[in-house]
């Protein structure tokens, strides 16, 4: 790599650590070609991103940034998966390392927040963004629906009790 590009990557890299939402850092030692891009597919399926990186650039990218303290993760052939939704990549990550073996979860960060293995499949239990919206938007129509159904029950009644009176008369 020449100079040039490595100074392209660190910036990159710095960009990343301290604009994404989240980021993993893990071990993928003995992982496929093939298996690399089914967890690149599947990262990207949830806006998300894989790289390898370089530990000394990362390193370097890693300084003046909120997520300083994971550099002491980047030993060994490691990767980044990151995502703009807090959640996205560590869900990808820890569930794509439940069924391969050789990818091996390190830590991560969260913002000024340094996760280690287990923050890290914490994070990755939590609902998603999209899913806290669904809810929310759930629990502000509910209250609505009840309103209307409240408001509508006393005309229905009245319906109800006006055509009772009315099969009655005419039998």
Known sequence: MEKAEKRELVAQLN???SGTGSVVVAHYT?????????LRTKMRAVGGT?????????KIALQGTEAEGMSGLFKGQTLIAYSADP???PKVAVDFAKTNDKLVILGGAMGKT????DGVKALATMPSLDQLRAKLVGMIV???TRIAQVVSAPGAQIARVL???SQKDAA
């Open 30 to 38: 003995g992982l496929t070609v093939a298996q690399m891009s089914d």
């Open 114 to 117: 340094t996760l280690d293995q």
């Open 87 to 89: 959640v996205a990549a």
């Open 15 to 17: 960009t990343v650590f």
């Open 163 to 165: 055509n009772a009176y």
């Open 142 to 144: 509910t209250p609505a």
């Open 50 to 58: 894989v790289k390898v990186a370089k530990n000394r650039l990362a």
